[in-house]
């Protein structure tokens, strides 16, 4: 077990290795792209050489791209054009935020989808499995964009009971996060709920779950000690892409209810074309992609320990 960790660590060290190699030859093998930027596209040659000189770009490339990548590595990420402040200091404030989104919404939309998901695969064909999939299927096929119009003119025009915004300027505030949090779960919990049910039901047809029911033990302690946990295999690989999708895939919700998070940091980056945050944001995207990855596979070694990769 401590050599399969170390393996997949160490193939989560190299894939960071190479995005990042890529990520530099994208945005910052031209220097003179990188100092227009910083500089804006009215700033003389002169002053171009000037700012290259000063912050080492007419080293040779492999020389550049080992100082950046030390950079990286030590926490300096450098300054932010659309900010004026250090990019670390834009940086975690913001994934902060989205970490307590993400929190959240993985705090209700796991144990709601995993519960509607075993109920649903423990009684295949019946009532409750219908109901349960109709809902998980038309809750999924509303975009993000079109549950936020709908639960605001419900719960912000009509009702008036939460914020329209949640811009958290004055410190942590529940009712903000309530619309965010809502429309996240109401999106991604049918995908997660139908996964578990085509899970559950595939076990529940498995021999050795019957001959258990054969045997006269509980249906309840047969689901709980024998289905569940290899039932789990396949949403446990959803859930761990969730957390990609909640770092840098909720822009719109982030957008839209003013919530100043990673997802928004990045669109704003992208626009004014921030080049330090736009590679500071890419990284952290990267590594929490790589490293969920990583969990997702020491957690199916936990889940099935017959399962084992090379």
Known sequence: MVIFVAKRL?????????????????????????????LGPYATDE???????????????????????????????????RFKAPVADVLW???????????????????????????????????????????????????????????????????????????????FDWRQLVLPVLVLVLYDFGYVTRMTRASMAEVMTMP????????????RRVVVRHALRNALIAPFTVITLQINWLLSGVIVVEYFFAYKGFGALLLEASLNQDIFLIEACAMIAVFVAAATQTAADIGYTVLNPRIRFA
């Open 208 to 219: 050795y779950i019957r001959t258990a029911e054969l045997k006269g033990l509980p249906r």
């Open 93 to 171: 404030p913001r994934l902060w935020n989205t970490a307590v989104l993400g929190f959240w919404t993985f705090a209700i939309m796991i144990p709601l989808s995993l519960a509607l998901g075993v109920l649903a695969g423990m009684r295949e064909g019946a009532g409750l499995d219908r109901v349960i999939s109709v809902t998980s299927i038309v809750t999924t096929s509303v975009p993000e964009f079109a549950s936020a119009v709908l639960l605001s003119a419900i719960l912000v025009f009509w009702l008036g009971l939460l914020p329209g915004t949640s811009p958290m300027t004055s410190g």
């Open 47 to 81: 002053q171009k050489q000037l700012w290259l000189a000063a912050n080492g770009y007419l080293e040779p490339l492999w020389s550049r791209y080992i100082g950046w990548l030390g950079r990286f590595v030590s926490g300096d990420f450098g300054q932010s054009i």
């Open 10 to 38: 160490a193939l989560m060290a190299l894939t960071m290795l190479v995005v990042s190699l890529l990520l530099f030859l994208l945005l910052e093998l031209t220097p003179g792209s990188v100092a227009t930027k910083v």
